[in-house]
């Protein structure tokens, strides 16, 4: 039985900054791939951010130079440092976790979800 809890959304202005946390928890042997997607409305999920493993990133082009990826090993903790939000930005965050075990096997986990709204 694995967890995946997003936290930190909210209301903030244009142009602001927000911190979204993605904690893991759960019985599993260790986390591969971590990622941030987001669900505006009337649209489709889309991918924001990546990170595996050892720390390599990738970013969606609507957030590259705004928002930063990071992760705590040690806490199996994701973070997304969210700069100059638009209005656009405007989304229900979700996390998905990679979880992997001692048999070899994989699991991935979404999270509920947290809502950034971005409006002056």
């Known amino acids: 039985q694995v967890q995946v809890v997003e936290s930190g959304g909210g209301l903030v202005q244009p142009g602001g900054s927000l911190r979204l946390s993605c904690a893991a928890s759960?019985?599993?042997?260790?986390?591969?791939?971590m990622g941030w997607y987001r669900q505006g409305p009337g649209k489709e999920r889309e991918l924001v951010a990546t990170?595996?493993?050892?720390?390599?990133?990738n970013y969606a082009d609507s957030v590259k130079g705004r928002f930063t990826v990071s992760r705590d090993n040690a806490k199996n903790t994701m973070y997304l440092q969210m700069n100059n939000l638009k209005p656009e930005d405007t989304a229900v965050y979700y996390c998905?976790?990679?979880?992997?075990?001692?048999?070899?096997?994989?699991?991935?986990?979404w999270g509920q979800g947290t809502q950034v709204t971005v409006s002056s």
């Open positions: 990170i595996t493993g050892d720390g390599s990133t």
């Open positions: 998905n976790v990679e979880f992997t075990y001692r048999s070899g096997s994989y699991l991935r986990s």
């Open positions: 759960g019985r599993f042997f260790s986390i591969n791939n």
